[in-house]
């Protein structure tokens, strides 16, 4: 059966979500996207691997190999859109609302039958099973009679631009209001005699909420609101002679609660598992398309239109009209829907200090000045350049150099006090937060944009909205006084959000041209991890190759402290993030010693190194604690990992202590031999467009014949031994790149359950006489957007400023770098290194590609010595230590205290 293939109409936050269903739905698949600006289009498809992307709706629609287009536009976009796709003779599954009032659904209906096409309404909850089993329930009689209902949905997103805008249809009633007229329709259908309305209205015109209330002609009663300003419980209920049923969640029901008259529950019916909840409308037009229908059965034409003449009739007693239609006054000028330039930046600042919830801590953080290296402190005019010698990569150094001609080999650099030389000019600047949060991102930028504004007033910095794709699609904010002093000192990347689209391909750089052209930047700070940097390296070198004039400078950021070398003493939020994490841990390790009966199997973040699980460890002395290079080191088997902690178990249960706490890498199952040969494997397995076929396969059991099918005996056999939970966790998303997320297996459980094995074979031969009872955490999240430490709030203000001076200074192709730093602030040495030294080639996604070398635990570096000396004895004692929570007031030693682990190379060195 050939597949249906897609094309989406729009890159909106509903067109995300049918991208991704329509990558695990059965016999489609999304073929392309089309947007009104080309970077868009081009960010959505690499983000969802997409294969192609058109930079207007026209190229989209023209596009034969298209079978169905998903209308996924705002409400007042739809007629013409889906006019568009008719003409070109395309099926058309258009978004609720269907069009802005029913004299567009009919000219569309019948501009399909006319060109012989499918057109429908995505109306998800008409082509759900739950609403079969509503009928279901109702035929049965247990209820009796249904005799009324209610149904709401409300949710407070009246801030939202589409929804203020009566240009895009905004308003409560067409994006929320129509899930309780048509549950009110599948329930007691559409004879209809009497509608009343009430509504409260926005200053812009649109409806914020709307009470509605129907009398059907047989007398039933539909009671129904929405509203755009408050949560609802979002519920339908059905009153009849007999009992009621409730539906929880009306536009996606999750289940259906069947009571009798005493109010005693008699069933309960629960959702089917899904997707999202989309696949079905996309399995009905497909069945249309293939049975050559112009409508679908569950939504046909008469329903679209009835729900329409019903909103159109609520409408015109509400008063409520949409540019275009008879009758349309503006009440007011609706604001420009362009990016926000910093006007009203002051009034949102006291609005968000004055107003906003904001905790004593929050208060004071906004008030803490960040300690610049001293060679910067003496202002900028007395920041001048010592140049130091050329660099290498740190392996495959011709091809590294025939990648990167124009910025390869260039000198590492040092400032010092002394006359600033650097040619003054006005310097727009761009700024992107790229990749997973890092507590200290905020004061990277309140850095740059100090140095920005101390060098010129006139200077400008930009920040680029979502990561990467904010470049792409030009979505950015011009930073002032009030916007920046709002996010001093605070955790999250919320200033300007973050993305993990990567930049990598020809087409992207020359929309980020167009992009810096427009704005007259001349340089673009990525703050981001190894990957990150890696773009901003291949972007700087573009940027010289094609002489634009835009510098590219990188900032060093990742909490699991892979990204580090002789230069780069640390990536910055990993202090903030390993504090908050040893806190967690000290916390669980004093419940343990007081509980008495539990073995805690804690996983924290490290997908490629285990920085995060050893620094842990030295704060928290766990009793067993995993590093993942040592692993790998020692070829150490799965087999050898259960035996070392449940020797552990064994010995402490002995001296009558059933209970511990475990420390496990993220990414350990990487470092496994056997386990990082399976992986490799998959890798290759599901590399390119093999993943979808993969995808596509019906059950499990079909995808274990394919991978049987595909890996090599030894290595299917490690997957064959592995728990069916972990075997299915290897095949779930991929990463960007197309490899195993290893960050989605659950190995603290897979090593619990080994040892609860292993151990039930001691127990056997008496060997082993305790009791193992288990927890599992996951510590990821939690410490992402601290509050940043005192550390690395002067870090990272140093990272950010130190950049700017790299960019006034007219380098390219640098990461922003700042030394020294287990000393005090002012001893701490700022200075830049080519991101090229950092490079070598590594395989990708079945493809040799040029990126930075991870940093992994070195087994003869102190930290780990400190820890293998310690480790023998804490995996038998109690041991254990509390480092409490971050400390921000009281003495230095206290407050600013650095990592343990960097602390101990410190003193090796």
């Not at 904010?470 to 959000?497: H, P, V």
Request: aromatic fraction near 8%; charge should be neutral; glycine fraction near 8%.
């Amino acid at each position: 059966m050939k597949k249906i293939r897609v094309g989406i109409m729009g890159t909106g936050e509903i067109a995300r979500v049918m991208a991704m269903t329509l990558k695990k739905a059965r016999g489609v698949s999304c073929y392309a996207v089309g947007s009104r600006t080309p970077g868009r289009a081009l960010s959505f498809a690499t983000e969802h691997r997409i294969k192609r992307s058109y930079g207007s709706y026209e190229e989209l629609v023209r596009d034969p190999r298209i079978d169905l287009i998903y209308v996924a536009t705002p409400h007042a976009q739809h007629f013409e859109n889906a006019r568009l796709a008719i003409l070109a003779h395309k099926a058309v599954l258009v978004e609720k609302a269907f069009t802005i009032n029913e004299e567009q659904a009919a000219e569309l209906i019948r501009l399909a039958r006319e060109n012989n096409v499918l057109i429908a309404e995505a109306f998800w909850t008409r082509y759900m099973p739950m609403r079969s089993k509503i009928r279901e329930v109702l035929s049965s009689g247990v209820i009796g009679d249904p005799t009324m209902l209610t149904a709401n949905l409300a949710y407070p997103i009246s801030g939202r631009e589409r929804l203020r805008d009566p240009a895009l249809g905004g308003g409560a009633l067409l994006d929320l209001g129509v899930y309780p007229l048509n549950f009110a329709s599948m329930v007691f259908g559409n004879d209809v005699s009497q509608i009343s309305s009430v509504c409260t209205k926005s200053a812009t015109g649109v409806d914020l909420q709307t009470a509605v209330t129907l009398i059907y002609a047989d007398g039933r009663v539909a009671q129904l609101s929405c509203s755009s300003l408050s949560s609802g419980d979002r519920k339908g209920i059905i009153y009849g002679t007999k009992g009621y049923l409730i539906v929880e969640d009306i536009s996606n029901p999750e289940s259906i609660a069947v009571y009798g008259s005493d109010h005693r529950k008699l069933q309960k019916i629960r959702r089917p598992k899904q997707i999202s909840g989309y696949e079905y409308e996309i399995y009905a037009c497909a069945a249309a398309i293939r049975n050559r229908q112009i409508e679908c059965a569950e939504m046909p034409h008469a329903e679209t239109l009835k729900m329409l003449n019903m909103l159109d009739f609520i409408r015109g007693e509400l008063d409520l009209k949409y540019p275009g239609e008879r009758g349309y006054e503006a009440p007011i000028q609706v604001a420009d829907r362009a990016a926000t330039h910093g006007e009203d930046n002051e009034q949102q600042f006291q609005q968000r200090r004055s107003e906003m919830n904001l905790s004593p801590l929050q208060k004071a953080r906004y008030d803490y000045n960040p300690k610049l290296p001293g060679m910067l402190r003496g202002g900028i005019s007395e920041i001048c350049v010592k140049v130091g010698a050329p660099t290498e990569s740190v392996a495959d150094q011709e091809r590294i150099r025939g990648l990167f001609p124009n910025t390869y080999g260039k000198n590492e650099i040092t400032f010092e006090k002394g006359a600033n030389t650097s040619a003054p000019k006005k310097q727009v600047v761009g700024v992107i937060l790229s990749g997973g949060q890092a507590p200290g991102g905020h004061n990277v930028i309140c850095g740059l944009y100090d140095a920005i504004k101390a060098t010129d007033k006139g200077n400008v910095l930009l920040g680029f909205k979502g990561g990467p794709s904010g470049l792409i699609d030009d979505s950015y904010i011009e930073f002032d006084d009030a916007y920046i002093n709002a996010f001093r000192n605070t955790g999250g990347f919320d200033i300007i959000g973050s993305g993990r689209t990567k930049l990598e391909t020809e087409e992207q750089f020359k929309i980020v041209t167009e992009v810096a052209k427009k704005h007259g930047l001349t340089a673009i700070v990525i703050i981001g991890g190894d990957d990150s940097n890696t773009n901003a390296a291949v972007l700087a070198e573009y940027m010289a190759a094609h002489n634009t004039g835009v510098q590219v400078i990188g900032c060093p950021k990742t909490i699991d402290g892979d990204l580090k070398n002789e230069d780069i003493e640390a990536s910055f939020g990993f202090d903030t993030a390993t504090k908050t994490y040893s806190e967690l841990i000290g916390n669980i390790e004093r419940d343990a010693n007081s509980a008495k009966k539990y073995w805690h199997f804690i996983k924290v973040m490290g997908r490629s190194a285990s920085h995060v699980a050893l620094e842990c460890a030295l704060e928290t002395q766990p009793n067993i604690c995993l590093i993942g290079e040592e692993v790998a080191a020692k070829k150490m088997s799965l087999a050898d990992i259960t035996n070392y902690i449940a020797d552990s178990v064994e010995k402490r249960a002995a001296n009558g202590e059933n209970f511990g706490v475990a420390i496990i890498p993220e990414g350990i199952v990487e470092f496994v031999p056997e386990f990082s040969a399976l992986i490799s494997e998959i890798n290759e397995l599901l590399a390119g467009s093999k993943t979808e076929e993969f995808n596509a396969l019906p059950d499990w059991a079909a995808k274990v014949d394919y991978i049987k099918k595909g890996l090599s005996a030894e290595a299917y056999a490690v997957f064959d031994v592995l728990p069916q939970f972990v075997q299915q966790q290897l095949f779930l998303e991929r990463d960007p790149h197309g490899n195993v997320q290893v960050s989605l297996i659950e190995s603290e459980k897979l090593f619990s359950e080994m040892v609860k094995s292993e151990l039930a074979k001691r127990k056997a031969t008496g060997t082993y006489k305790g009791k193992f009872g288990t927890q599992h955490h996951f510590f990821g999240y939690e410490g992402r957007c601290a509050f940043p430490s005192n550390f690395d709030a002067d870090y990272c203000y140093s990272l950010g400023y130190n950049a700017f001076m790299l960019i006034q200074y007219g380098y390219t192709g640098y990461l922003s770098k700042v030394s020294n730093i287990s000393r005090p602030a002012e001893e701490w040495v700022a200075g830049g290194m080519p991101i090229t030294k950092m490079m070598n080639m590594e395989r990708r996604n079945g493809e040799d590609k040029p990126v930075i070398r991870k940093a992994l635990v070195e087994l003869d570096g102190a930290p780990f010595k400190y820890f293998a000396a310690h480790r023998d004895e804490w995996a038998v004692k109690t041991s254990f230590l509390y480092p409490g929570a971050i400390q921000y007031f009281g003495p230095a030693e206290v407050c600013d205290l650095t990592t343990r682990t960097l602390a101990l190379e410190k003193e090796q060195g």
